[in-house]
């Protein structure tokens, strides 16, 4: 348990460290913090609680919200992001708020009319527990709400509590770091589109470096997991969002997720989302999807009801992406050259998603995959030092 009113920063690294053996673990032994109950259970007892969470909140076969009520902790609310509680909402769905009907606990969306719990949500609250499975990705937008979450506590003295799960891609940080110009909800802090860190390691970070409204600090609380660390190499037991299905996808997504802001398809409204891309038009690959209407995945797909010709990676090995441990670019570069597209290729929507300009022009240019990475390769030794300051597991380095 971490308490940053309790002591230092400084020195809860080094017992965190001291106490942490360096050799990475297998998968199974890893505990995640939601399963440490002995350590927060404490911090819960009479009090009023909220909790961020969706289907991913999961204690092994039980839900979180579920253990908490049948411990006797009093849940009083629900704050859902994207893809809702249950996790089973389109990618950019506006959701409304309802009450949950296994429980009977009123659910904030936070993915609908507001992105941020108002003053009014926090009211009868003394800590909101925020436990969800990211994935490492700096437009994966669960850390998004998390930032929001962190706000509103810090202005309504409501503790923040992360219970800490695995990054399923710690184990190398890369891509362009975000031009705070185009700060969106799908980028809202100055890291690369991989950036190595737990949701716990990046709520420190948000907190201490200022991120938050004015420089507000909330009370973070943190329990982390045992038995982690940035080598090891997480397969998540279920799929984040519903468009992520498999470790393949979630290794996949830092490099295709940026062909959502091109024409190309991502192979949304197939069974092998973010493991293929392709167009109508693509003149050089030899495998063809027709993406089709899925409820709760892709109601509307790219493309719905046309034949797609393009490249299949679902059968890439995942030693592939431990070994490469970086964004890959021939991909984007290759469908851009070869779709005779090139005036609308890109919408405005990529300079979101890339966080910067200079992406698109490199590829505009000509200018070959080791060179554009290259460009960004200085910024993100820069993160890394910062980042080294919030981890609270060892590294891969």
Known sequence: MLNHKMRSFDSILLILFFFTTITAQPQDSIQYGAE???????????KNIGVVANHTSMIRSTHLVDSLINLGIHIVKIFSPEHGFRGNADAGEQLDSYVDHKTGVPVISLYGSKLKPTSEDLADLDLIIFDIQDVG?????????????????????????????????????????????YKSFVGMHPVPVVHGMTVAEYAWMINEEGWLENGIKVELQVITCKNYDHRTYYDLPIKPSPNLPNGISIYLYPSLCLFEGTIVSVGRGTDFPFQVYGHPE??????MFTPRSIEGAAKNPKYLGVTCYGVD????????????????LYWLVDAYENLNRREDFFNSYFTKLAGTENLIERI???????????GWSEDVENFKEIRKKYLLYPDFE
Do not use: Q, W
């Open 36 to 46: 440490r109950t002995d350590l927060y259970l404490p911090l819960l007892n009479g």
């Open 137 to 181: 990705v700096r437009f994966y937008t669960y850390i998004s709400t998390m930032h929001y979450v962190m706000d509103a506590c810090a202005e309504n003295d409501v503790t923040f509590l992360v219970l800490d799960r695995p990054n399923p891609n710690g184990f190398y940080v890369d891509g362009p770091v975000l031009d705070m110009k």
């Open 313 to 328: 990676l679902s059968t890439i090995d995942a030693g592939f992406f431990r070994n490469n441990r970086g964004i890959v």
């Open 364 to 374: 505009k240019e000509g200018d070959d995959v080791f060179t554009i990475a290259a």
């Open 282 to 287: 693509y003149s050089n690959g030899e495998f």
